[in-house]
């Protein structure tokens, strides 16, 4: 009987062996395997593979991104990895080296490392690149702790996820860039955005981002990085009013295809008045300064229709609120601007600003990442302009809103000049805003400001050029807050092509941006302006 049973147990085993392939066969950590073996490799305590190794030879390997010992001699790593305790410090992993090729959906990556496109249209390991700097206040250059800065792309969408500063002041972000082949940053701009309790969100009032070029990354010479630490990465954020200053904030996140960045999220108490902050990456995003009240929290991006959600503010700040997609389809929405009085070849664009983020004096506001026409690059509007994929809302359209040498026909005597104002309904289809508006040549700001926001020392002498025919000039300054401080009216022309100045009497304090603005006037109609972004000068 005992002999019956060991033959049965053989004849079991035998089949077992011819299922399994030979599990003799198997091969234990850094062997050389058989990759046709059912179960090749066995005799370790993580997962192995039977993959090539850095000589093309067959072996019991972990997988890339799988569990290791960094205690194995040699490394039981694929060829292009090596195993490291991750940032997370969660346990070694065989981790990518760099330049090795990757999956941007699963990044591998060594730390340091990230998985980013090259121009070849790959994905590699390269190291990563970061920006960083201080925020800081305008007027008393004291630190500021806990504003948030977020990186944003050329249309508008969300490069990065939410830095914090520190009590220091100092943020640090990760920020994604195309790579050449031998994984240096190609020419691509980005710009910040930043944000705190007390302070005006920049950019915005009359100060704007510039843009900051990823080729300027250098390697940091401490952990051999790539990092942007400029003047240009430095955020000064200015104080608001103090009737302004002491409420708390709404924060939450844009719950679409996993956390859509990008998004303007504003707080509207009526249609023309509304206060904003912009989801990172990841969806998160913070308004601050949110006065007590009723709110109605919308949601602004292209080629998205976001579902409103009720908002009731008290002293407390209001955490974790969720917006999420609608089921109401987009606009394509389309018009026309007319170029008058301008020298041949001049293009605009076209924005739609939100109107609850409008400003009258300032004519600026907020402008949802994908609502201009074209939707990236240079100016290229001169006649018929479309927008495609508007959400819901009531906003301003506007041209020339930008340093194109071109401005709004201020000429309220004429058609096409006056602002337009438009809402547009939930529901797929297409609209068209009418009236057309006219565009014409802006006038000539020579100094201060003429490129960018201007440091001066001491109050300036503002100058500007001449409009043709014109019989006289205004000229008004408003600081950051959108206040009117100063102004100089019936300014005679100087005569012929000459530039014409005043020297500005006005309010000039620590940290505060004024800009000035100059229109020309004929038998008493407005015929040209300064631009819009030009003129901004501050205290230094």
Not at 81 to 92: I, Y
Not at 502 to 507: I, M, N, R, S
Request: aromatic content about 6%; hydrophobic content about 40%.
């Amino acid at each position: 009987m005992k002999n019956a049973r060991w033959m049965v147990c053989a004849a079991l085993g035998l089949v077992f062996a011819q299922a399994c392939g030979g599990c003799s066969d198997a091969a234990g950590p850094g062997e050389v395997c058989d990759p046709e073996v059912a179960e090749p490799c066995e005799g370790s305590d993580f997962a192995l593979e039977c993959r090539a190794d850095a000589e093309g030879t067959n072996r019991c390997l972990h997988p890339d991104g799988g569990r290791c010992d960094t205690d194995e001699d040699p490394s039981l790593c694929g060829p292009n990895a090596s195993c490291l305790v991750p940032d997370d410090g969660e346990g070694a992993r065989c981790l990518l080296s760099e330049a090795a090729a990757c999956d941007r959906a699963d990044d591998l990556c060594a730390p340091g490392l990230v998985c980013e496109a090259t121009e070849s249209g790959e994905d590699r390991c390269h190291t990563a690149l970061y920006v960083q700097g201080q925020v800081f206040d305008s007027a008393t250059l004291d630190a500021i702790e806990g504003a948030q800065i977020i990186a944003f792309n050329e249309e508008g969408s969300a490069l990065s996820d939410v830095s914090v500063s520190d009590a220091a002041g100092t943020y640090r972000l990760q920020i994604p860039a195309l790579r050449d082949a031998e994984g240096a940053p190609v020419q691509q701009f980005f710009t910040l955005r930043g944000s705190a309790a007390d302070f005006q969100t920049f950019p915005g009032g009359l100060r704007t981002a510039l843009p900051i070029d990823a080729t300027t990354a250098v390697v940091d010479a401490e952990d051999g990085g790539l990092v942007i630490d400029t003047a240009q990465t430095d955020v000064a954020l200015l104080q608001l009013p103090e009737d302004e200053q002491g409420f708390s904030s709404i924060s939450g996140r844009v719950d679409i295809d996993g956390g859509l960045g990008g998004v303007l999220v504003v707080a509207e108490s009526n249609p023309d008045t509304g206060i904003s902050g912009v989801s990172a990456r990841d969806g998160a995003f913070t308004i601050f300064n949110v006065p007590p009240g009723e709110y109605q929290l919308r949601g602004y991006i292209a080629g998205t229709q976001v579902e409103p959600e009720q908002v009731t503010m008290a002293d407390a700040a209001v955490e974790d609120v969720v917006l999420t997609e609608s089921a109401e389809g987009l606009k394509d929405v389309s018009g026309q601007i007319q170029i008058v009085a301008a020298s041949g070849g001049l293009q605009s664009s076209v924005v739609f600003v939100v109107a609850s983020t409008f400003d009258e004096t300032s004519v600026r506001g907020e402008v949802p990442a994908g609502l201009r026409a074209p939707r990236s690059g240079a100016p290229n509007v001169d006649g018929a302009w479309t927008i495609e994929g508007v959400p819901a809302g009531d906003y301003y359209v506007l041209a020339g809103f930008e340093n194109d040498e071109l401005v709004r026909d201020p000429d309220e005597g004429i058609a096409g000049t006056e602002l337009v104002r438009t809402t547009i309904e939930a529901g797929q289809g297409s609209f068209e805003v009418t009236p057309s508006f006219k565009v014409t040549a802006a006038l000539d700001t020579v100094s201060p400001g003429a490129e960018g926001p201007e440091g001066l020392s001491e109050p300036p002498t503002l100058t500007w050029g001449p409009a043709s025919n014109a019989q006289s000039y205004n000229v008004v300054v408003f600081n950051a807050y959108g206040d009117i401080v100063w102004e100089a009216n019936d300014i005679p022309p100087a005569g012929g092509s000459a530039n014409l100045s005043v020297a500005y009497e006005g309010p000039f304090e620590d940290g505060m941006y004024y800009q000035f603005r100059a229109t020309a006037y004929r038998a008493d109609s407005a015929i040209a302006t300064t631009e819009d972004l030009r003129g901004v000068f501050f205290k230094q």
